[in-house]
């Protein structure tokens, strides 16, 4: 009964596409329809799918993979991407969430810089960066592939933040690249943080070898590079308070997730001077840094709080 009743609700999801197939927000709200029917599906089944449920909830998928790309705004298609892809992943279709994810990817270099509201331009860049923010966090559990490698998305999205026409003075591009970084971190270590019940992410499949290793470490100090010629960049401007933001942010990230050696000390104790020499700093954000600093418990961490506090 429960399974015809299922059946029926996507049959009527489908018509209803059909039928309103020129409405954006009848599509949005039958796409998170089918996702929510998907779920369910994976709940009645009591988490594991058995043949036909698991083919139903496939089917599901493929409803939001095809229906996504008829929505004309980028932003809500883009969303719709990463939930669908994340509802794949619970339903263990991997395949289908890769494609989810890499149509997400490729989607954004088409999000314009800004959009018309009424009689005003009005930036994309906030709503932007805040699907970003979101997305690098859903890929720390995506598995990598066995042929394309462990970071092949990861490298695809790097790509995209790194070529899109950020505006004039923008951090988006350096902010987005330190959630990298953290991500990166997570990434590193031997367990991840979490999971997804049945799917083996990249530390069941790759982490712990050595080429996973100097490949990931190769990425991040490309991201460092990559953040610092934002602020050469910034400098030669003379965007000052864009220096700040962005190189306080990088002085938290390095201090919170590298091992602090006597490269990243070094590093770290450069960003915070950089920062302090704008004089554009948010005072209390900084003194916040300062103080997180002064709990971490290793000798090169006391010895750096003690230079920078001098």
Not at 81 to 96: H, T
Not at 134 to 140: E, G, H, K, S, W
Not at 269 to 278: I, Q, R
Request: hydrophobic share 45%.
């Amino acid at each position: 009964y429960q399974r015809r009743v299922r059946e029926k609700a996507l049959n009527f999801f489908s018509e209803c596409r059909r039928a309103f197939g020129n409405l954006d927000t009848v599509k949005y709200h039958l796409i998170l329809c089918v996702n929510n029917l998907a779920v369910k599906t994976l709940k009645l089944a009591g988490g594991k799918h058995n043949k036909r449920t698991g083919a139903f909830a496939r089917a599901c998928i493929a409803y939001s993979f095809i229906t996504i790309p008829a929505l004309e705004e980028e932003i809500p298609r883009l969303w719709l991407y990463l939930l669908s892809a994340e509802v794949a992943l619970l339903n263990l279709s991997l395949p289908q969430a890769d494609s989810l994810l890499k149509a997400a990817i490729t989607l954004i270099p088409e999000v314009p810089p800004s959009v018309e509201d009424g009689i005003k331009m009005v930036s994309t860049e906030p709503q932007l960066v805040e699907f970003l923010k979101a997305f690098i966090a859903t890929l720390v559990v995506v598995p990598g592939h066995p042929e394309q490698g462990a970071f092949y998305l990861v490298k695809g999205l790097i790509k995209v933040i790194r070529d899109y026409p950020w505006a004039k003075g923008s951090t988006a591009r350096g902010m987005l690249y330190c959630q990298l970084l953290s991500m990166f971190s997570a990434y590193a270590q031997v367990k991840l943080p979490h999971h997804i019940v049945g799917v083996e992410s990249n530390d069941t499949l790759f982490g712990g070898t050595e080429e996973y290793m100097d490949e990931l470490n190769k990425i991040i100090n490309t991201i460092i590079s990559e953040i610092l010629e934002e602020l050469a960049s910034f400098k030669e401007q003379e965007m000052v308070a864009q220096s700040a933001t962005l190189s306080l942010e990088l002085f938290n990230f390095t201090i919170a997730f590298s091992e602090l050696n006597k490269k990243c000390a070094i590093l770290a104790a450069n960003l915070f001077g950089l920062c302090k020499k704008t004089g554009k700093y948010n005072n209390t954000y900084l003194n916040n840094s300062l103080t997180a600093l002064n709990t971490y418990k290793s000798g090169s961490a006391k010895e750096l709080y003690a230079k920078l506090s001098a």
